[in-house]
Every structure is written in C-alpha cells, then in structure tokens.
C-alpha cells in the first residue's frame, strides 16, 4: 500500500488545457473518489496516475516514487475498468491468473492467490465458465478480482458500475466498500454518481471543467458546501436555490418573500445572494410560507413535493403523508441553521 501525491498536475491536448493545475493528496488506505459531471477531467486524471496518459506539467508520485516517466506495469498499480475487459476466450480463472502468469509466478502462488480473491468475492462456483456464461455483476467481480491477485499498492476504478442496473449497482457499492475494509489497499475510484461517492468514499475530490471544487469527507461537503456548483452537485435531489439580496438582517427573495439568515451570513447587507436549502429542510408549517404545489412524487418513505416557492421552482421532501393535490398550497417553514447563502457574484458560499 502506499500514498498518492498529485501536485499540480496540468493535461494539455494541443492548445487546450484540460487540468488546471490539480493538487490532491491520497494517503495510505484512503478511498478517495474523483466525482463530477462528464468532462470534468477526472477520468483523464486517473489515467494519468495509471500511466496511460502523459502529463504535461506538475507531478504524481506513488510512495516515495515520482511515476511522471515510469511504466504503468512498473506504477504497482491495478485498474477495474467500466466496460470490465476480460479475455472472452478464458475461463474466470485463467482470466485472474493471466496477470501472474506474464511474471512467471509458480503454479502453487497462482493457486492460492486466485483461490483467496475467489474467496473474497464468492466466485469459487464461476472458475471454469467463461465470461459470456456471467451475469455482468459477477464480470465486474472476476475484473475486482484479477485486479487483487495482483497485491498492488494503488486500485484504480474507473466507472466500474456503470454498466448495470439499479439494484446491483447498490450491490456492489457495498461489495465495493466491504472489499476496501478487507484489504485496506489505497484506492482511487471515478464515478459521475455522486450518490455512489457519498455512500463508498472516505474523501470525496469533487471536479468541474478540470479544477478541483471542494476536497472533504462526504458528509463535509453535504453540510458545508464552499461554492455553488457543490451545493448543487453534492446531494439528491439537488439543493434549492433561491435568488435575492441580504437586507436588514433577513433575505429576501426576487418576489419579496422573506427568509431567515443563517449566522453565518449575517451582517451582508444589500449584497446580491444566493439562498441554499436542501429539500428534507423544509417543514410543513401552518403559519408558514406558501408553496404552491405542481407535481407529488410519493415514494413511500417520503413524498417529494415539487412546487412554486419564493418565485422558483423548488422541491421539497416530506416524511408526513401530504394530502393535497398539484395546482394547491401547502405551507412551509424554513431552518435557518440549516440554509446556505452564496454571494451572488462568486457563487461562494458566504461565511465558509
């Protein structure tokens, strides 16, 4: 296992630079996921750790090696990719030990290597079949486990759920999770979900357009946003936002409703601003404010609501069973230590 430097790491594609300078340290059995819409740069940046694409400027080391100019055989590093790629003509298990095999390693080390990551992964049953005789969630675990019969000091996952449906998707996140805590081994992984980065990371580098947003645990970024792009990113369904300006010690919103300002953002007054509030921090209020209702989604647990508040469109999220019907109004309440105020101008969260 070791730690993963990158240090101001630039890609550049002729004249256009698609990393801007990336600074992010991984230590030692961390699970860092690299999160952000397409195109952000994250799976280009973990290519780069992988060796498979060059770096124009800046460093990554491995350990106490710089890889800028190393191999990727040579990295110690394993990588799962999103499309699984293993050999059709071989069975499970000559496809996890084909890696050994290359190095010469002994009958007697392929055996009881293969046989421990079949164990870890419950293929013991699926070593003679082929891949075309697998579910795509069980060729997601003979890639996992070619890659841990390797021992590397760094995995690297690249949109490795991507191709399955929603109920294994859950499955493996957890498989995914619970793998890591077995072995401990450092681990970079892609994803654009942020739900799988909120449920598997223990720190999350949140990307966008090839700059690094906001670098914290999940939980972190949830509660304390430094910008607008990741309060909005971060979280399902989005955070609301509210446009407006801070005065005499309250917000009030384009349409002139008022809302109460958390602490943080006191003393702002006639700035331009942005009013955050996640959609479970709404509260049905009888001398609340109005909400005009356009579409009820009940999911059984909660009702999310979407509807007409302040003049946005907004959607809120209920553990009460709500009665009324689209086209009504409800009337809710607003916590202001839970809300968020962004500068309208930078987008940055005001008392971060």
Same mark, same amino acid.
């Given at each position: ?181 077995? *072995? ?104 609340? *404010? ?63």
């Amino acid at each position: 296992m070791a730690n993963v430097s990158i240090r101001n790491v630039r890609k550049r594609f002729g004249s256009t630079e698609i990393l801007h300078g990336v600074d992010v340290e991984i230590d030692d059995g961390e699970f860092v996921i690299l999160v952000g819409p397409s195109g952000c740069g994250k799976s280009t940046l973990l290519r780069m750790i992988a060796g498979l694409e060059n770096i124009s400027s800046g460093e990554i080391a491995i350990g106490d090696r710089v890889v800028n100019n190393i191999a990727p055989k040579e990295r110690d590093i394993a990588m799962v990719f999103q499309n699984y790629a293993l050999y059709p003509h071989m069975t499970v298990r000559d496809n996890m030990a084909f890696s050994l095999s290359l190095t010469n390693a002994s009958k007697a080390e392929i055996d009881e290597k293969v046989g421990r990551a079949a164990q870890i992964l419950g293929l013991n049953p699926y070593l003679a079949r082929y891949p075309r005789q697998l579910s795509g969630g069980q060729r997601q675990r003979v890639a996992m486990g070619r890659a841990i019969v390797r021992d590397p000091q760094v995995f690297l996952f690249d949109e490795p759920l991507s191709n399955l449906d929603a109920k294994l998707r859950v499955a493996m996140r957890a498989e995914i999770k619970e793998l890591h805590q077995r *072995l401990q081994t450092t681990t970079v992984y892609v994803t654009h979900d942020q739900i799988e980065a909120m449920t598997m990371a223990d720190k999350i580098v949140v990307m966008n357009a090839g700059n690094v947003e906001q670098i914290g645990a999940p939980l972190d970024l949830y509660d304390k946003p430094n910008n607008l792009f990741v309060a909005g990113f971060i979280g399902s369904p989005a955070m609301n936002f509210v446009k407006g300006k801070v005065a005499d010690g309250a917000f009030t919103a384009e349409d002139g409703t008022i809302l109460p300002l958390p602490p943080s953002a006191a003393g702002q007054d006639g700035r331009p601003a942005v009013y955050g509030i996640r959609p479970e921090h709404f509260r049905l209020a009888g001398d609340g *404010l109005p909400a005009r209702i356009t579409v009820l989604e009940p999911t059984g647990s909660e009702t999310q609501v979407m509807a007409h508040f302040a003049g946005t469109p907004i959607i809120g999220a209920f553990r009460e069973r709500i009665a009324a019907k689209p086209g009504e109004t409800i009337r809710v309440s607003v916590d202001p230590m839970a809300a968020h105020v962004f500068d309208g101008a930078t987008g940055q969260r005001i008392g971060a």
